[in-house]
């Protein structure tokens, strides 16, 4: 099993930018895909993004592509988030997750989770 361990979230305006940074603990980060989910006040977890140990795979939720980019540096045992032009609806805590499958998009795929950091965009 692998720690996570995220940061960056804040307090941002409409159209404005934020980088997620998730760090794990572990010398099998390379083998995991990873991935960022989200969950806003009443609503479920939903998925974000994810990205296989290769970087090779990449998925993304259909509302954020285009916007957000989910990238890895496997020797810094780190997985990024880049929010772009970031609009009122992606306010959610945002969840870092780790997962052993080489595709994983939903949350029974994933075995390891972050505590959580918080994302608003005011509008």
């Known amino acids: 099993q692998v720690q996570l361990v995220e940061s960056g979230g804040g307090l941002v305006q409409a159209g404005g930018s934020l980088r997620l940074s998730c760090a794990a603990s572990g010398r099998t980060f390379s083998s995991y895909t990873m991935g960022w989910f989200r969950q806003a006040p009443g609503k479920e977890r939903e998925f974000v993004a994810a990205?296989?140990?290769?970087?090779?795979?990449?998925s993304y939720r259909d509302s954020v592509k285009g916007r957000f980019t989910i990238s890895r540096d496997n020797a810094k045992n780190t997985v990024y988030l880049q929010m772009n032009s970031l609009k009122p609806e992606d306010t959610a805590v945002y969840y870092c997750a780790a997962s052993p499958l080489r595709i994983a998009t939903i949350k029974a795929d994933f075995g390891s989770w972050g505590q959580g950091t918080q994302v608003t965009v005011s509008s």
């Open positions: 990205i296989s140990w290769s970087t090779s795979t990449v």
